[in-house]
C-alpha cells in the first residue's frame, strides 16, 4: 500500500516559485533474539518511520528529516519550504521522471508483493541459534565467552516526487552474528556474521568455521623487522579496505575532483588480476538493492575490468553530467554519523571484487619471505580517497618459504591504494561477504590478494 | 504526551511476564545543521528525532523494544510484545515473576520538558553570522587555503524515563558544534582536515564562548605545519602526549577496555585484574559525568541514574569498571551511572563520559624540557579501542634537546594498552584545555571528553 498519495497531492499546492520536491518514506521492522553462551539471553523488537523531506524554491534547498510521521503533510513540506527561504547554494533537486519503463514498473511490483508475504519465524529463528551454539561449542570446546544474534529485518522505502513519479520498494533480510572470545596463545576476540534472505541459505557452518580458523590463527607472536615486503592480503582485509576505497569509483566525488581517480575514467589503474562491480544483489543473495532513494532501480556496473577503470556509481545529478542512466547508488548512509545523514550522495550497493582460481593457501605457500594480513583495524580514519594515501594500524603472520611461522602484531600497513592494487599478481577463489559495519547501508564481498610489495611499519 | 497514569500502565504491562525490572525511555530531539561553502549558506537541515524505547531485565536477560508511534495504545502493544519476547525464551532460571506488579512512579527532578520555553529558537541569521565569522577567521589564518567548508551543529536532546523502581525523571542536554573542513597548501602539495568545535549548552553560550574563533585559526594553522612537516622515521623513543587532548590516547588505550561490556565478554584484557597494578603508579583515572558544562555531562545517565565520579584507576591501581544497570548485575557491583546512547533507537551499555587523568607532581615544563630525543604529540585526530588500540596523531613534533625541532606529518601508534600503561614515566601537574567529541559503540555516537596534564611514555615503536 502506498502511504505518500496525501504527500504527492500536497506537494502540487507549494508556492509557485517551487522548482523541485520530493519525499521518501524508510520503514523498518526488527526482530532479534540473542544467545549467550548458549541460552537466550534477550532479544531486540523496532518498528520506525522516517520521512526525508526536500523542497527547492527559487533561493536554495530545504531539507527536513523526521520521525514525528503523524504530522500533516501540508505542515512538513511547509517547514522545508520555509527553511528553503534562507539557502544560497547553486544546487538542484534532481528528480526521477513520472514514467517508469515497463522493467521498472514491474520490478517494484515484485518487491511489494514480498513484503506482503513475509512473516515472523520466531521458533526457526531460535532453532538457528539453538544449532549454531552447539556447532561452535563442537568446533571449538573452551570459549571462554559466546554471544549470537539473529536478526530479522524487513526494510521498505517509498518515494513521491513532484514530476508525479511515486515509487516503493522492500527487501528481507536475516543477519546472524557470533562474537567469541576464547584462549589460545593469548586472548583471541572476533566477530563475525553472515546475511541471507531467508533463514535457511545462512551458512552457519561456515560462520563457524570462520571461527575456528581465526582462533587457530591466533599463533605466538614473532618479532619481524619493518620494510617493503610480499603479502596476502586476508579476503576480510580486503573488504575492510574497501569499506572506504569503494569512494574511488563515486560519480559525484569524481565530478568534485575528490577521488584518486580524477582523469583515469578508460584506463588502467589496477592489476590485470583485479576487476571489480557493484551489483543489485551479493553473491549469496542476503543483499538485494532494488531502488534508491530517488527511485532509480539498480543496476549492476562494471567498474573495473581486468584493471582498466571502466564505470562509476552515479546518482541523478552525477549520472545528467556523465550522459548516462543512473546506476541506483543514490544513497545517504556512508558510515555510522552523529548526525542523521540528510544529503543524497552516492553509496555502493553490493560492491564485488570478482574472485580469481588461486587459493588463499596456494597463494601463501607462493610466499619465500612476506606476510599473511589478517587485521585491518581503523580503516575509517586512516585511508583517504581523494589521495589514495592509507596508513592503516593491523595484524598479519609472518610467512618464511611458504609457511606461516607466527603472528606479527602492532603493525601498520603504509602506502597509496591504486599502487597497492596495482601491484596485485594473483586473486583467490575464496570469498568473504561483509556490510559496512553498525550501518549496513551497503557490502562488500572481496577474495584474498597477493601483492608484490606492501610497506609495513612495525 | 503520554501521562504518568499511562506510563504505569505500560510498566505494569511490561512486568506481566518474568521480568524484574521494566523502564519506558521517550525521546524529543530537535537537531539543525546550517552549512556554508566559505561564502554563502549553502544548506540547512532541520532534524526531529522521536520515539520511545521498553527495556526490560529478569536477572541478566534482557528485551529491548522501540518504535516511533508513542501514543499510549501503541506503546502498551510494544511492551506486551517485549513480556511476550523475554516469556518465549528459554532460560527459565533467571530473574522472578514479575506478574501483578503495581508500579508507583515518583517524580524526580522533572522540570525539563516544562521549561523549553526558556530556550529561545535562534534565527538563521544569527548562525549565519558565526558561520562567516568562522570562514573569515579560517581564511585569514595565515596559510594558503584552497577551500574551507564550515557547518553549525546544534541539538536539544529532551528524555523521560520511567522504570518500575518508580523512577519517573527528566533530562535535557543541549550541545553546539562548529565542523572546519578545510584544504590547506599551495594548490599542489595540499593537506585536508575536518576539526569539531564541540560544547555544553546552546547558540548563544557557544557564539558567546569565542572559542571556535582560535580553534579555526589553530587548526589553519596546525594542517599548514602537518603539511611541512617531515615523515617520520622508524623509531624508538620516549613519546609526550600533551596536556588537553592528548587523553583520547587513554580513551582509546585502556577506557574501551573499562567499560562493563568488554568485561562481560571476557575481550578486555583487565577483567580479573580489580585491586592489581596495571599502570604507572603515577596515574590515576577517572570518568566523571558531573563536571559542569561539559558535553558528556548530564545530571543523570540514560537509564535515569544519577552521574557520578567513577575512579578506574588509582596510582597505578585497577579499582573498577563502568558499568550500566545490566552489566552492573552481571558483574555484581551495580551501575555506576555509566548507562548511556545516542538515542531510543539503542538499547543503553556502558559507556565513557569526561574521561581524565588526574594532575601528577612532575613540573609541565621540565617533562618537555627534559627530553632529549623523542616525539611531543600535540594533536590526536582519532582511534580505534580495544585490547589493541589505535590512535592516529594529527600534529606532533620531533625534540631534540628539549627543544622542537621540526614538525612531522600525520602517522599512526597502534599497540597493546595493558603494556603501554605500565610505560607511564612522567605526569604533569596541570591540566590542559579541552571541549567534545563523539564516541562510536555498540549504543551509538555519544558525547564525550578527554583531558590530562602533559603525560610522557618511556618509549614506543614508532614509524
Known sequence: MRELTEFAETMRKLPTDV????????????FQLQFTNGKESGGQEASLAELYVRVQASKGIGVLYTQKTRQKPGSVLNEAYEISQYVKGKENIYMKEAAPSETERMQEEAEVKQEEAEVKQEEAMRQ???????????????????????????????????????????RVFYNLQATISAEHNGIVYMRVEDTAQTL????????????????????PSVVMKGGTMEAVLDARFVC?????????????????????????????????????????????????????????????????????????????QSAEAFGEKPTGNAGRKTTLSAAVQTEVSVTPKHLHILPGQVSLKQMIQSVDEGIWLTHCFDEFHSLDPASGDFSIPGEGIRIEKGELIGRVVNLSIEGNILQLLSGVLEVGRETCTM?????????????????????ISV | MISERELQLILECALQGRGDFAEVFLENTEESQMNSNGSEITGIRNIQIFGAGIYILSGTDSIYVYSNEVTFPSLMKLADTAARLLEAGQSKENGSTGKNRTVNLQRQGLNCFTSAANFPVTSYSKKEKLLRNAVMEGKNAGPQVQSLHMGYFDSDQRIRIANSEGLLTEDRRQTARLRCQAVVGDGIDNVSRWEDVFLAGGFDAFAASGIYAEAVRSQICRMDLARKGKMIQRCNVPVLLEAGT???????????MLEGCAVVSKESPYSDMVGQRVASEKLTLVDDGTIRGQVATARIDDEGHLRQKNVLIENGILKGFLNDRLCGRILGTGSTGSGRRQNYTFAPTCRMSNTF??????????????????????GIGGGNGGAQFTIMVEDAFWVERGELAYPLKPFTITGNGISMMKKIDRVGNRLGDYDGAFCGAASGLVPTTTNQPRIRISQLSIG
Open chain 1, 19 to 30: 522548482k523541485a520536491a520530493d519525499v521518501e518514506l524508510e520503514r523498518t521492522k526488527q
Open chain 2, 246 to 256: 592528548g587523553a583520547v590516547f587513554f580513551h582509546e588505550c585502556c577506557g574501551h
Open chain 1, 200 to 219: 535457511d541459505s545462512l551458512d552457519v557452518d561456515g560462520l563457524v568455521s570462520q571461527i575456528h580458523d581465526g582462533i587457530v590463527r591466533n599463533m
Open chain 2, 357 to 378: 587523568v588526574l594532575p601528577g607532581t612532575d613540573d609541565h615544563d621540565e617533562i618537555l624540557k627534559s627530553m632529549d630525543r623523542g616525539v611531543y604529540v600535540t
Open chain 1, 240 to 316: 575492510n579496505l574497501f569499506f572506504m576505497a569503494w569512494k574511488l569509483f563515486s560519480g559525484p566525488a569524481y565530478l568534485q575532483g575528490q577521488t584518486a581517480t580524477v582523469g583515469k575514467l578508460g584506463k588502467t589503474i589496477l592489476s590485470k588480476q583485479i576487476s571489480i562491480e557493484d551489483r543489485c544483489e551479493s553473491s549469496g543473495g542476503g543483499f538485494q538493492y532494488a531502488l534508491d532513494c530517488e527511485g532509480s532501480p539498480g543496476r549492476n556496473v562494471k567498474l573495473v575490468e581486468r584493471g582498466v577503470f571502466t564505470g562509476l556509481m552515479h546518482n541523478l
Open chain 1, 435 to 455: 556490510p559496512l559495519p553498525d550501518v549496513r547501508s551497503f557490502s562488500v564481498t572481496a577474495p584474498a590478494v597477493h601483492v608484490s610489495e606492501i610497506r
Open chain 1, 128 to 170: 538457528v541459534l539453538a544449532d549454531t551454539d552447539r556447532k561452535l561449542l563442537k568446533c571449538f570446546g573452551s570459549l571462554l565467552h559466546r554471544e549470537l544474534k539473529l536478526l530479522r529485518a524487513e526494510e521498505s522505502r517509498e518515494i513521491v516526487n513532484l514530476l508525479g513519479f511515486s515509487a516503493a520498494t522492500s
